[in-house]
């Protein structure tokens, strides 16, 4: 019934107050009986409201039907690396508020979650928000998730080592809001998907280049979830020959072990001690777009590793579009620009047929693509 009740609203929505029950049962495909049901149960529970009829030159009047944006909230949060990310969205999705926090480091999982209740308590509380329309809290975070058993396996680029199995039921428990998490990447592409530059887009892939390095997937219109065991879009752990940096998953080679936000400063500190002012992946940018030799030999290599998981991304998913973001992500960045030019230099041109860009959305990406899927699991 959920899944009807998202195609429903979500039809709806699309009509700006002009969609029939017609308009909807020939938008979604479904049965009239069922679309019937679903669109009395939606105004029923006060999520769907009718306008007044249209009147035809002939028939029965058309009753046009509008999302009643107020009647749910839905909140959004995005665990990363370094910071903390929460939105709290209406029925449209419209985002009534946003805060960030400062992501603390791991030090057990009692101490995480109250952080985490806390956080999201104050954050709530500064959006005014009417605690009975706040239906489900949509979590996104930076690490290996389960999302069929609702716990976080691991988050090595903020403390949390693999294994840990941090069940966040308690999360939602005290919050008394039903909880759905996935991985960064994944809420960053459901974001993309329904929201973004591309949006609507079948077959898109987005790439985030940050602390981690890491992509999501919509394949023929469907998001592509992660799990452990079976992981979509792990490209910042591909092994890469010739690179003897340890990842913070255990293994030697990752990518993201030397294309990292945090591994590019152990990187530079390592290769130019005399050098503190290239000791940070922002100024090591900076410094390779100003033509600074040894930056650019660190970040040329990073955007080449960097190529050959984007590349694998498209030799796996054929995307129709790709979207970047993350703090490694400017237009006008050394490393960007370099990952584009290698990107290019690896595939054919027959696959090179698609457009690039940055996601619009900001840093709210993941935090916007958590509540939605919060709806569309608990509408």
Request: overall charge neutral.
């Amino acid at each position: 019934m959920s899944s009807f009740r998202v195609k429903v609203l979500d039809t709806i929505r699309a009509g700006h107050g002009d969609a029939s029950r017609k308009d909807v049962a020939r938008e979604t495909g479904l049965a009239w009986g069922t679309m019937f049901k679903t669109v009395a149960s939606l105004i029923q529970d006060g999520f769907v409201f009718e306008r007044t009829p249209l009147r035809n030159t002939q028939g029965r009047p058309s009753i046009p039907l509008c999302v009643n944006p107020d009647a749910a909230h839905w909140c959004g949060v995005d665990v990363g690396a370094c910071g903390t990310r929460f939105v709290l969205c209406d029925l449209n999705f419209r985002i009534l508020h946003q805060s960030e926090t400062t992501t603390p480091r791991y030090h057990g999982a009692d101490a995480f979650r109250n952080w985490l209740v806390e956080f999201l308590e104050s954050s709530l509380e500064a959006a005014r928000a009417e605690r009975s329309r706040v239906k489900a809290l949509g979590l996104s975070i930076s690490g290996n998730i389960d999302h069929e058993r609702g716990i976080i396996v691991s988050g090595g680029n903020w403390g949390v080592k693999w294994g840990e199995n941090m069940e966040l039921a308690p999360v939602g428990e005290k919050l008394g809001l039903p909880l759905f998490a996935v991985t960064t990447q994944n809420a960053a592409a459901c974001a993309e998907y329904h929201f973004g530059e591309f949006a609507g887009c079948p077959n898109l892939v987005t790439i985030g280049l940050g602390a981690g390095i890491g992509s999501g997937v919509v394949s023929l219109g469907k998001l592509l979830l992660s799990q452990p065991g079976r992981p979509v879009g792990y490209i910042g752990h591909i092994l890469i020959p010739g690179n003897t940096q340890k990842c913070t998953c255990g293994f030697t080679g990752c990518l993201e072990a030397f294309s990292g936000g945090n591994f590019l400063r152990e990187v530079a500190q390592r290769r130019f001690p005399s050098r503190p002012e290239l000791h940070d992946a922002a100024a090591l940018d900076r410094a390779a777009a100003r033509g600074d030799q040894d930056a650019v030999s660190i970040m040329d290599t990073a955007a080449s590793y960097n190529a050959v998981g984007i590349a694998a991304m498209v030799q796996l998913y054929a995307p129709e579009a790709i979207v970047f973001s993350g703090g490694q992500v400017r237009a006008d960045g050394f490393l960007y620009q370099s990952t584009l030019r290698h990107l290019e230099g690896i595939l054919p041109k027959e696959r090179r047929q698609f457009p690039i860009g940055i996601s619009f959305l900001g840093t709210r990406q993941s935090a916007l693509g958590a509540a939605r899927l919060a709806y569309e699991q608990f509408i």
